[in-house]
C-alpha cells in the first residue's frame, strides 16, 4: 500500500523557516517524480515543487530562489526547505506522487504570522 506522511509543519513568522518532511512507504518511490503541493483556505491546491528520481527540480514562479525541494532515495524520503516564509504561504502543504493513480500525504500545516 502507497503511503505518504509529511511533518514538519507549524507557525513561524514572516521572513523565518521551516523544513519539510515526506516519508514515502516501499522503494518503488526512487523511480518516480514526487512534489509538494499546498492549499491556502478558500482556494485550490496548487503546485509548489517537484523533484524528479535524477535530481531535476521545478518550482512554481511565487517560490523560486526561496524554497528547496531534495529527496533521499536511500530513505525514501522527500524534504522541502522554506526560507524567507511569507504570510501568503500560509497553507496546507501535501507530498504527492503520481504511479498510474495520485497518492497524497494528510497534510501538514504552515502558517506563517506577520
Known amino acids: 500500500q502507497v503511503q505518504l506522511v509529511e511533518s514538519g509543519g507549524g507557525l513561524v513568522q514572516l521572513g523565518g523557516s521551516l523544513r519539510l518532511s515526506c516519508a514515502a512507504s516501499?522503494?518503488?518511490?526512487?523511480?518516480?517524480?514526487m512534489g509538494w503541493y499546498r492549499q491556502a483556505p478558500g482556494k485550490q491546491r496548487e503546485f509548489v515543487a517537484v523533484?524528479?528520481?535524477?535530481?531535476?527540480?521545478n518550482y512554481a514562479d511565487s517560490v523560486k530562489g526561496r524554497f528547496t525541494i531534495s529527496r533521499d532515495n536511500a530513505k525514501n524520503m522527500v524534504y522541502l526547505q522554506m526560507n524567507s516564509l511569507k504570510p501568503e504561504d500560509t497553507a496546507v502543504y501535501y507530498c504527492?506522487?503520481?504511479?498510474?493513480?495520485?497518492?497524497w500525504g494528510q497534510g501538514t500545516q504552515v502558517t506563517v504570522s506577520s
Open positions: 504527492h506522487v503520481k504511479i498510474v493513480t495520485e497518492y
Open positions: 523533484i524528479a528520481s535524477g535530481g531535476s527540480t
Open positions: 516501499g522503494s518503488i518511490f526512487t523511480i518516480y517524480p
